[in-house]
């Protein structure tokens, strides 16, 4: 059973475009206050365009619904070679 009580088509929340933007500050202040004496301001400013873009993917995949059959397409395997 999905968290609103449906057992398919469940979808989650979607974010704002003013939490988005929020979310996406705040990352990219994250990475500034680890890494901004050896980032440029160009550097810091891709930083900006991948957190904007990984966010809105995060997005287009939570507005995609899923039923609880559907598994992910990816599979976990452990690395013998180590």
């Not at 365009?49 to 609880?68: D, G, I, K, M, S």
Request: aromatic share 6%; with cysteine; glycine share 4%.
């Amino acid at each position: 059973m999905r968290p609103n009580g449906s057992a398919t088509g469940w979808r989650y929340p979607q974010l704002s475009a003013e939490s988005s933007a929020s979310v996406a500050r705040k990352l990219v202040e994250i990475v500034s206050l680890y890494h901004g004496e050896n980032l440029s301001a160009d550097q810091l400013d891709a930083v900006r365009v991948c957190v904007a873009a990984q966010l809105a993917a995060t997005e287009r995949l939570r507005r995609f619904p899923l039923t609880n059959d559907q598994e992910p397409i990816f599979g976990v395997r452990a690395d013998a070679s180590a």
